[in-house]
């Protein structure tokens, strides 16, 4: 089977990809999100827990990408899909696969996305003239065309692949297995690299020189705890296998838990810039008022020179 | 004559406005006017109510309602609300006043709304799916999905509130905002150095042999301070985003091809 992908799932496919742009558009539900890109699509593909791997390392690569004021973003949804579709159908190592399909993929859809985007100008100025024609309904009826090129931009492309990519794919893997494993070995470690772009994307967006105790703060609590769970984790798993009588269960580090004390400081923050709003609230009143009673007493000297 | 508008929005209306505002915002946006057919059409049953079909009043308002708008989608029923509580009031007089607020407002909001809806909130329940859906487990998915209905929810109730409080609104909650956007971006902060320390799973594999001694390099790192390497490279692509004409598109390629050389080479690989 190794090679080929079904009709009825390159079909299932494409229709999740089309409606994965409504959804962000619209109601944002999470869904058009790369791990649910993997989880669909690797539900569809009959391997899912691959698809989670595929679709989590793609969300992480792309954490702080959002769209800022309508610009074009990296699709990493249409990335996951295709990723995950050939990594199970040719058998592909799921690291590598987020390297060399997802990422190219991903940016590639840049394109589309702007022809969809660019598409659209046409309905706005159908909408401008019924305006002054003063058809309402043809008004909204033009406004909803517009969904035509959002969801064709995601659907025509992501089609096209599945259908008549999947030889090339698994031609490519075979070469990789065989005469290149060190390019393979080289994506796979890129794949893992791949979440700390996502996380220094991320940082340029936040005000990292205002908070920067915390970074340092929520770095090294979190290494320093890693490995103490991670070194407990492995001693009490061989030990329980050694010895009978040594029992319990060793778990990786909570990042809930980790999250709970970043939280502990946020509250704190927020409750100190609240009262410094009140206490200039009351500085402003105060100063308003002080000042009133200025003129009022410059008043009474005033008058007290007339005198 | 001028004419003044008596209509009020009702709980139908109301409706009507949020349904159309989450299930069809943005399906109009182009590079030219942006949300801006879309603000229109979000709207356009209600002003129909407030001016009367065919009258040259709704034709100026259906006109000032389809200029270039743009904001964050999880805000921008406060702006609408608080035209809607203006335009009821005063009628087509009070479309430049409420032109201005538009594109007064817009800006601002982006900024929050993208701050905590479009970055901050994504990044951190994305972390956590991820961080589970790497590991073969769904459940972050499911968390996130849910918080997502939370904050439909929150774009559901913005509108009869800012229709009832029309412009009071944005100075009451500007402080608010402010502090809570500090103190959320705080956690962001906070959280990806956590997230730094446990998803890159990447480490150096070189060992080295010096005479008899055998040197792990790794070894070496990590009693100088675990994770180290993860977060130097962070450091390092934080940097490479920061000069000129770089892109995160860019900036994720290059980091591909390095990767791809240091592996061959032997200097890094995959933890």
């Not at chain 1, 409606?19 to 593909?45: F, K, R």
């Not at chain 2, 998803?199 to 180290?228: C, R, S, W, Y």
């Amino acid at each position: 089977m190794h090679g080929s992908i079904m009709f009825w799932q390159v079909l299932l496919l494409t229709l999740y990809s089309m409606y994965q742009i409504w959804d962000d558009l619209t109601i944002v539900s999470s869904l058009s999100q790369p791990v649910w890109a993997g989880l669909i699509a690797g539900a569809i593909m009959g391997d899912v827990t691959k698809g989670l791997i595929i679709g989590g390392s793609l969300q992480l690569t792309v954490l702080g990408v959002g769209t800022f004021g309508g610009s074009s973003k990296i699709d990493a949804n249409s990335g996951t899909i295709l990723a995950t579709a050939f990594s199970i159908s040719a058998g592909m190592n799921a690291s590598t696969a987020v390297a060399a399909i997802g990422v190219p993929v991903a940016s590639l859809m840049i394109q589309t996305d702007i022809l969809g985007r660019f598409t659209n100008t046409f309905f706005q100025h159908r909408i401008d003239r019924l305006i002054d024609e003063e058809n309402y309904s043809a008004i909204e009826r033009n406004y909803l065309y517009g969904v035509f090129p959002w969801i064709l931009s995601r659907g025509i492309p992501v089609f096209l692949a599945l259908q008549f990519g999947g030889n090339f794919v698994s031609t490519a893997v075979k070469v990789l297995d065989t005469h290149l494993q060190w390019l393979s070995n080289g994506l796979a470690t890129a794949g893992a690299l791949l979440p700390a772009v996502g996380f220094a994307i991320l940082l340029r967006y936040l005000p990292v020189k205002k908070h920067i105790a915390y970074l340092i703060l929520g770095f090294t609590l979190t290494a320093l705890f890693s490995t103490l769970y991670t070194n407990v984790q492995s001693l009490g798993t061989t030990m329980a296998t050694v010895s009978k009588g040594f029992a319990g269960s060793f778990n990786s580090v909570s990042m809930v838990a980790i999250a709970l004390i970043g939280l502990a400081f946020a509250i704190n923050e927020y409750k100190k810039n609240t009262d410094k709003q009140k206490l200039t609230e009351l500085v402003s009143s105060y100063k308003n008022s002080s000042k009133e009673e200025l003129n009022n007493s410059e008043d009474g000297e005033i008058y007290g020179d007339e005198d | 004559m001028a004419m003044k508008t008596n209509y009020k929005l009702t709980k139908k209306d109301f409706n009507q406005i949020n349904r159309r505002n989450l299930f069809f915002n943005q399906l109009g946006w182009n590079y030219e006017k942006m949300q801006g057919s879309g603000y229109l059409f979000i709207m356009l049953p209600q002003l129909r109510k407030l001016y009367g079909d065919h009258t040259p009043e709704l034709k100026k308002a259906m006109k000032t309602h389809n200029q270039f708008f743009n904001t964050n989608p999880s805000v921008n029923m406060i702006i609408q609300g608080i035209d809607l509580a203006i335009e009821s009031k005063e009628g087509v007089k009070s479309l430049e006043t409420v032109s201005g607020l538009k594109t007064g407002l817009m800006g601002p909001l982006a900024a929050i709304g993208d701050s905590i809806f479009a970055s901050l909130l994504p990044a951190i329940l994305g972390a956590i799916a991820a961080n589970m859906a790497v590991q073969g487990n769904p459940f972050g998915l499911i968390i996130w999905l849910i918080a997502n209905f939370i904050i439909m929810y929150i774009r559901w109730v913005q509108l009869p509130l800012a229709y009832r409080e029309g412009t009071t609104l944005v100075t009451k909650m500007q402080g608010q905002l402010n502090a809570l956007t500090d103190a959320a971006t705080l956690l962001g902060v906070y959280v990806v150095g956590a997230l730094v320390a446990t998803l890159i799973n990447i480490q150096v594999p070189f060992v080295a042999h010096i005479g008899k001694v055998t040197v792990t390099l790794q070894n070496e790192i990590d009693m100088i301070l675990p994770k180290l390497v993860p977060g130097l490279l962070v450091g390092l692509i934080y940097w490479l985003l920061g000069r000129k004409k770089m892109t995160s598109t860019k900036a994720i390629f290059i980091v591909i091809i390095v990767a791809v050389i240091c592996s061959a080479l032997g200097v890094l690989g995959k933890g």
